[in-house]
């Protein structure tokens, strides 16, 4: 693809050789004269003079001296995603869907789903126009999941939920007959496993992305365009609003509510029926707001030192006793 023309398609502005063909798509590192590559951050911009790459998507500040060929745009990560997408699109199988998956006769598949080797897909499910669902999926009966949702290898949706009551010396199962309801555009990693609800429904919204193995417990809620790293686990009846953002290994209590935009740092604990307030950051376990975070991680950085100190003292005090 010409320079020019990828300038064109990405509605950007560009400076010098329009006719340049880019047949890669590279790290700004290992990037070659015929390939295309970004440049998004301080760090990327100053190895962007050392770059062989043969045109570089760049900030709109990006100072471009001495002279390359550059396409400026508001955000270069971005930028290349799409560019990634029409360059080197998913395969579409000659089989959409595969010969060994299994299919409930009763099942809604959308327009354009495709389903990989070894799938399972229950009664009464309903898969949206343009999913994609990877090797060796299950979908229990009843679950509903939107369109152009993509469910990478080994992912379980609407097992039943971790319900169990004490009676007589033994557990009891609390029989799980809700279900999981997934919205548009949801991404969710390889071996993750999202609960069906005990009763009514364990929901994630629009536009959220999951990692690799997460867990979302019975009768959660998580809103739109949420994101979660991977090996983070929900006990049931957790709420995530909106645009939260959860990092990787976060563990829940139950009832846990992280309001929108709330971001929880990776290895966080949430204690049972714990609320985080909207925008805040927390760390730690128990989660905290990060500042208190961060000084009492200093603080715990100054105790050999303060230990020391504490031993010379008590050996002045005894000799002055002495």
Same mark, same amino acid.
């Given at each position: 693809?010409?320079?020019?023309?990828?300038?064109?398609?990405?509605?950007?502005?560009?400076?010098?050789?329009?006719?340049?063909?880019?047949?890669g798509l590279a790290s700004i590192?290992?990037?070659?004269?015929s390939d295309l590559s970004f440049?998004?951050?301080?760090?990327?911009?100053?190895?962007?003079?050392?770059?062989?790459?043969?045109?570089?998507?760049?900030?709109?500040?990006?100072?471009?001296?001495?002279?390359?060929?550059?396409?400026?745009?508001?955000?270069?990560?971005?930028?290349?995603?799409?560019?990634?997408?029409?360059?080197?699109?998913?395969?579409?199988?000659?089989?959409?869907?595969?010969?060994?998956?299994?299919?409930?006769?009763?099942?809604?598949?959308?327009? +354009? @789903?495709?389903? #990989?080797?070894? /799938?399972?897909?229950? %009664? &009464?499910?309903? !898969? $949206?126009?343009? *999913?994609?669902?990877? =090797?060796?999926?299950?979908?229990?009966? +009843? @679950?509903?999941? #939107?369109?152009? /949702?993509?469910?990478? %290898? &080994?992912?379980? !949706? $609407?097992?039943? *939920?971790?319900?169990? =009551?004490?009676?007589?010396?033994?557990?009891?199962?609390?029989?799980?007959?809700?279900?999981?309801?997934?919205?548009?555009?949801?991404?969710?990693?390889?071996?993750?496993?999202?609960?069906?609800?005990?009763?009514?429904?364990?929901?994630?919204?629009?536009?959220?992305?999951?990692?690799?193995?997460?867990?979302?417990?019975?009768?959660?809620?998580?809103?739109?365009?949420?994101?979660?790293?991977?090996?983070?686990?929900?006990?049931?009846?957790?709420?995530?609003?909106?645009?939260?953002?959860?990092?990787?290994?976060?563990?829940?209590?139950?009832?846990?509510?992280?309001?929108?935009?709330?971001?929880?740092?990776?290895?966080?604990?949430?204690?049972?029926?714990?609320?985080?307030?909207?925008?805040?950051?927390?760390w730690g376990t128990p989660a905290?707001?990060?500042?208190?975070?961060?000084?009492?991680?200093?603080?715990?950085?100054?105790?050999?030192?303060?230990?020391?100190?504490?031993?010379?003292?008590?050996?002045?005090?005894?000799?002055?006793?002495?």
């Open positions: 693809m010409l320079t020019g023309e990828l300038a064109e398609w990405l509605d950007a502005p560009l400076e010098g050789d329009a006719g340049l063909d880019i047949t590192e290992s990037a070659g004269p440049a998004a951050g301080k760090r990327a911009t100053e190895a962007a003079a050392a770059s062989r790459a043969g045109c570089l998507l760049v900030e709109l500040p990006f100072a471009n001296d001495p002279p390359r060929t550059v396409i400026r745009a508001q955000d270069p990560r971005a930028a290349f995603a799409r560019v990634i997408r029409r360059m080197r699109p998913d395969p579409v199988p000659a089989e959409p869907i595969h010969p060994t998956a299994v299919i409930a006769p009763d099942a809604k598949l959308g327009a +354009g @789903v495709i389903v #990989g080797p070894h /799938c399972t897909i229950g %009664a &009464g499910a309903s !898969i $949206g126009d343009g *999913g994609r669902l990877h =090797a060796n999926i299950t979908i229990y009966p +009843g @679950v509903t999941i #939107g369109a152009r /949702c993509v469910l990478h %290898a &080994g992912c379980v !949706i $609407g097992a039943d *939920g971790f319900g169990f =009551a004490p009676v007589n010396g033994r557990w009891e199962k609390f029989p799980q007959i809700g279900t999981v309801e997934i919205g548009d555009d949801v991404e969710i990693g390889a071996n993750s496993c999202i609960d069906r609800a005990a009763l009514g429904v364990t929901s994630i919204g629009d536009g959220a992305k999951l990692d690799n193995m997460v867990h979302i417990g019975h009768n959660c809620r998580v809103g739109k365009h949420v994101v979660i790293a991977a090996q983070t686990g929900m006990a049931g009846g957790c709420i995530v609003e909106d645009y939260a953002v959860i990092g990787g290994q976060v563990g829940f209590g139950e009832k846990v509510r992280v309001q929108s935009r709330a971001v929880l740092g990776s290895g966080a604990g949430v204690l049972n029926s714990k609320i985080i307030p909207a925008g805040q950051v927390m905290r707001p990060l500042k208190q975070y961060l000084e009492q991680l200093a603080n715990l950085a100054r105790l050999p030192e303060l230990r020391k100190q504490v031993r010379e003292l008590a050996a002045r005090v005894d000799k002055l006793g002495g």
